[in-house]
T-cell receptor, first 115, second 114 residues
Framework: SQQGEEDPQALSIQEGENATMNCSYKTSINNLQWYRQNSGRGLVHLILIRSNEREKHSGRLRVTLDTSKKSSSLLITASRAADTASYFC???????????????FGKGTKLSVIP | NAGVTQTPKFQVLKTGQSMTLQCAQD?????MSWYRQDPGMGLRLIHY???????DQGEVPNGYNVSRSTTEDFPLRLLSAAPSQTSVYFC?????????????FGEGSRLTVL
């Protein structure tokens, strides 16, 4: 069953604006990952945040994690038309110690950045 | 670097036909998996493998078969295709590390079952 749920399902913004996407999950995790999918392509890993981290940055990406609320957010600052894509959060399920866990994905947020 | 390679990219089948989706990776990843992606459903795990000779079922395994004879290859077999198996299929691989391994995806195989 799916663990993460992204919100909103779709988001349309002007180029230069910031885009914020949220992810809620159900059970305790030790990390959360975000992926991007361009139309007709495979998913690409963006960033991983561990459960003992509250915030992480990578270029124009800022990810937060609130384990008490079981939620995460992905902020893309100064968006560009090339950021148009679907964004997914993913969480590990199963025993993570030996690496045999499975990544479960939410349904994604479809971001459109209008030039 | 080729990464994860899936073939074919597109396939049309008739109900009841069988076929194999191929997946190969050149990163020496122990873990490989197959997902299907349907509109409004996100990605759902079909089968996965943590090494040669070891496979296990994911969330939606019915109608699919896998084997892992080598580290590099992880084919997905549709035994008797049904219209409900119309979907985009993604193969993904990663290192078998504790909880922090990033998944590397192929470009997908779009399957239509008539």
């Amino acid at each position: 069953s799916q663990q993460g749920e992204e919100d909103p399902q779709a988001l349309s913004i002007q180029e230069g604006e910031n885009a914020t996407m949220n992810c809620s999950y159900k059970t305790s995790i030790n990390n959360l990952q975000w992926y991007r999918q361009n139309s007709g392509r495979g998913l690409v890993h963006l960033i991983l945040i561990r459960s003992n981290e509250r915030e992480k940055h990578s270029g124009r990406l800022r990810v937060t994690l609130d384990t008490s609320k079981k939620s995460s957010s992905l902020l893309i600052t100064a968006s560009r038309a090339a950021d148009t894509a679907s964004y997914f959060c993913a969480t590990p399920q199963g025993f993570t110690g030996a690496g045999s866990y499975q990544l479960t994905f939410g349904k994604g947020t479809k971001l459109s950045v209008i030039p | 670097n080729a990464g994860v390679t899936q073939t074919p990219k597109f396939q049309v089948l008739k109900t009841g036909q069988s076929m194999t989706l191929q997946c190969a990776q050149d990163m020496n990843h122990e873990y490989m998996s197959w997902y299907r992606q349907d509109p409004g459903m996100g990605l759902r795990l079909i089968h996965y493998s943590v090494g040669a000779g070891i496979t296990d079922q994911g969330e939606v395994p019915n109608g699919y078969n896998v084997s892992r004879s080598t580290t590099e290859d992880f084919p997905l077999r549709l035994l008797s295709a049904a219209p409900s198996q119309t979907s985009v299929y993604f193969c993904a691989s990663r290192r078998l590390v504790a909880a922090t391994g990033e998944l590397f995806f192929g470009e997908g195989s779009r399957l239509t079952v008539l």
